[in-house]
């Protein structure tokens, strides 16, 4: 499903200005899409409308590039940016899905984005705000986490988002993994005219009727570190792949 595009030509981090992995992956429609990944930054580069015209079974699949990368350090975004194709300065732009608002970085000319791997989660819906009974629920256990998108301390006791980048408490929303994974089973058997494979959905269901016990009880209460609930919610989910 996901191969180097080793024919194609490299580009740049807009962030470190490193050298970019391509990668061709499955469009919804037919054919493939590229897209370009920087570990070092945990950011991803669309050209134009790329990123609306991956398949399910890409979106999965760049989920589990981000889990094999779970651990690399990451270097924060830079206050200016260029775009890889004109140079031009990248724009920081908003929208509006079913899970909130998620940022990129927009080129002026419309040549693409640059996308933080946690403003993509949340774009397919991966990653979503807590609601109120959730809120509890995590308060029940820590006082203090770490946010998703800045790694600033927000305090639970009397925050429900970050005070420095104002981001929501988020965390990984197993029920949209376990949406990706079966609209991907159901695309790869209607391929194949194989029956759907019922594992890694029937592995996914039950973390969405237990979030409290699924995360954060297991161990997030007793990490050195400030927990985040987006890493945690990755590290569950992506060990199921």
Known sequence: MMEDNKNASRIHCPNCRKEMQSENLERHDHGVARVDICFTC?????????SVQLAPAAVIG????????RDDARQPVAAHMNCPHCTGVLVLS?????AGRFSYFTCPKGEGRYTPFFQFLREKQFVRSLTSVELQRVR??????RCS???APVDLEHENQCSFCHAPVSFLDSEAV???VRMWSEANSRRNMVPPSQT???ALRPTQHSFNDRILLSGIEKADLLPDLVSWGIHAIGKLF
């Open 42 to 50: 945990g950011g991803l580069w669309f050209d134009h409308l790329v």
């Open 62 to 69: 760049l989920f589990k590039e981000i889990y094999a990368h």
């Open 94 to 98: 908003y929208d509006l899905g079913k």
């Open 140 to 145: 029940a256990q820590v006082r203090q986490i």
């Open 149 to 151: 998108e800045c790694g």
């Open 178 to 180: 376990e949406k990706a």
């Open 200 to 202: 890694m959905v029937d």
